[in-house]
């Protein structure tokens, strides 16, 4: 009868871990292989039945887009609310204060004091 110790019947973890980089490394290999044939396969099928993206369900399914409406790229403008009476700038109180008005707001100046009067 062979007698073997438990060292010489059990695998360590060292080696089990080097068979499993060598099985994923092999995995990843038949993967490969695998996914480039499939592809070929898709891709002649694509040819044969002149199948589109959209036909696929990767498309857009409404009008193409030459035929969608534009919509308008620019905001309207807004009309002037303050003007610098030195420079003539004006700020319609949208967005950034702009420096010429915090430069007078800090010297003491008002906002109301350059409001665009209403015509």
């Known amino acids: ?5 438990k060292e010489e019947t059990m695998p360590t973890y060292v080696e089990i871990m080097a068979q499993i980089e060598a ?5 990843e290999a038949i993967r490969e292989a695998e996914i480039t044939s499939v592809i070929a396969e898709i891709r002649q099928k694509i ?3 002149e199948l589109t ?8 399914i409404g ?4 035929e969608r409406i534009k919509q308008p790229t620019t905001r309207a403008s807004v009309k002037p609310k303050y003007r610098d009476p030195v420079s003539g ?15 007078a707001l800090e ?11 209403e015509t």
């Open 47 to 49: 040819r044969d039945y």
């Open 63 to 66: 009008p193409a887009k030459e």
């Open 89 to 103: 700038k004006t700020w319609p109180c949208r967005g950034m204060m702009p420096k010429w008005m915090k430069a």
């Open 1 to 5: 009868m062979n007698t073997l110790t």
């Open 107 to 117: 010297a003491g100046h008002t906002r109301e004091e350059f409001l665009i009067p």
């Open 53 to 60: 993206a959209a036909d696929l369900g990767f498309g857009a």
């Open 23 to 27: 099985l994923q490394k092999q995995a």
